[in-house]
């Protein structure tokens, strides 16, 4: 398990949930839920740098058949432009039913959906990057693709 801070990022339409794991990679945690908009950018790359992120964790939706779907180019774009503001790397990891996982963790700790909006993506995110920390750990390799910042320059 490589050792190192790394920002787990649920990218939404409306909002961006943001994450971090320990310095050992073990335990991820919900840190903030960025407007998606102006300076959203700007303001993951400034989390990352507070926290001395090494590298930031897209989550890529695919249909459970593993296909593209409606979000997946907005997630694709989103990281190839993280990449390129916070310098550090980026890699997407499948985040089939993140944000269904993180409904129902809330339902399960009595939050209803309505109550529950501002933390949603952040619960996602906290999803997505401890399974790539899991899958880390038990392969003995990096999760998902490494966004490359100079494909079709």
């Known amino acids: 398990m490589r050792p190192g801070v790394r920002l787990g990022v649920d990218v939404g339409l409306a909002r961006i949930g943001v994450a971090r794991c320990d310095s050992h990679g073990i335990l991820a945690t919900p840190v903030e839920t960025v407007p998606r908009g102006s300076g959203d950018l700007s303001r993951i790359a400034r989390i990352a740098v507070e926290l001395e992120a090494i590298e930031i964790v897209v989550g890529l939706p695919l249909a459970l058949s593993g296909n593209d ?18 310098r550090l790397p980026v890699r997407l990891v499948d985040e089939r ?3 269904v996982s993180a ?6 700790a009595g939050r209803s959906t309505r109550n529950s909006r501002a933390v949603i993506d952040q619960v996602a995110a906290v999803i997505i990057l401890q399974h790539a920390l899991d899958f880390e ?3 003995g390799i990096p999760p998902g693709v490494v966004v490359d910042t100079h494909e079709g320059l």
């Not at 779907?69 to 916070?86: K, L, M, Y």
């Open 69 to 86: 779907t409606a979000s997946t180019a907005d997630a694709r774009s989103f990281a190839n432009e993280i990449s390129r503001t916070s």
């Open 97 to 99: 039913l993140s944000t």
């Open 103 to 108: 409904q129902s963790a809330l339902r399960a």
């Open 137 to 139: 750990r038990s392969a």
